[in-house]
T-cell receptor, first 116, second 109 residues
């Protein structure tokens, strides 16, 4: 198992464009989280999935943001009509809820988004 | 809802001890501690569940006072490798996670 992977690692886009990020969790992890992190701050919760079901969304997740996890495996996060304020590191994490180390989250390397 | 961490920054000499505090205004199901080095993803250190547990990880341990909704991370005999930003993460009863703004730890030789 190679851990949580994210693609792309870096994305530069122009304001108004749409972007999509992908996260591949650790296999058999049933929970998948998306966070946004800006410089000097802790990760901000965006949303999470239990298998394929999206159970919680943050108020931060405006209607321009959408996330999916078809078949409970990989997940995608799409940002439509990007704004400069969307520039941040987008982190994905997965966990195996229900195990002894309940909800220990393993983070991916992140996708750094720069909106020009 | 974001937990409050203190102090914001700590500078230590190798071998010194430090305590990082985390408090929440909401009832907590669990508290997690992570360390993040510059340019890297956060790495899990430990989790504390309801019940006032104290856990240890090498020379790093933590406590969780459920009634006070507080947790503390204890770093003893710090090493250069301990440098980084430490985040506490709190989970509410709806499985939503909130991370503190972090405590920057700099261990100098």
């Amino acid at each position: 198992d190679t851990g949580v992977s994210q693609d792309p690692r870096h994305k530069i886009t122009k304001r108004g464009q749409n972007v999509t990020f992908r996260c591949d969790p650790i296999s058999e992890h049933n929970r998948l989280y998306w966070y946004r992190q800006t410089l000097g701050q802790g990760p901000e919760f965006l949303t999470y999935f239990q298998n394929e079901a999206q159970l919680e969304k943050s108020r931060l997740l405006s209607d321009r943001f959408s996330a999916e996890r078809p078949k409970g495996s990989f997940s995608t996060l799409e940002i439509q009509r990007t704004e400069q304020g969307d520039s941040a590191m987008y982190l994905c994490a997965s966990s195996a809820a229900g195990t002894v180390l309940y909800n220990e989250q393993f983070f991916g390397p992140g996708t750094r988004l720069t909106v020009l | 809802q974001q937990p409050v961490q203190s102090p914001q920054a700590v500078i230590l000499r190798e071998g010194e001890d430090a305590v990082i505090n985390c408090s929440s205004s909401k009832a907590l199901y669990s508290v997690h501690w992570y360390r993040q080095k510059h340019g890297e993803a956060p790495v899990f250190l430990m989790i504390l569940l309801k019940g006032g547990e104290q856990k240890g990880h090498e020379k790093i341990s933590a406590s969780f006072n459920e009634k006070k909704q507080q947790s503390s991370l204890y770093l003893t005999a710090s090493q250069l490798s301990y440098s980084g930003t430490y985040f506490c993460g709190t989970e509410d009863n709806f499985n939503k996670f909130y991370f503190g703004s972090g405590t920057k730890l700099n261990v100098k030789p």
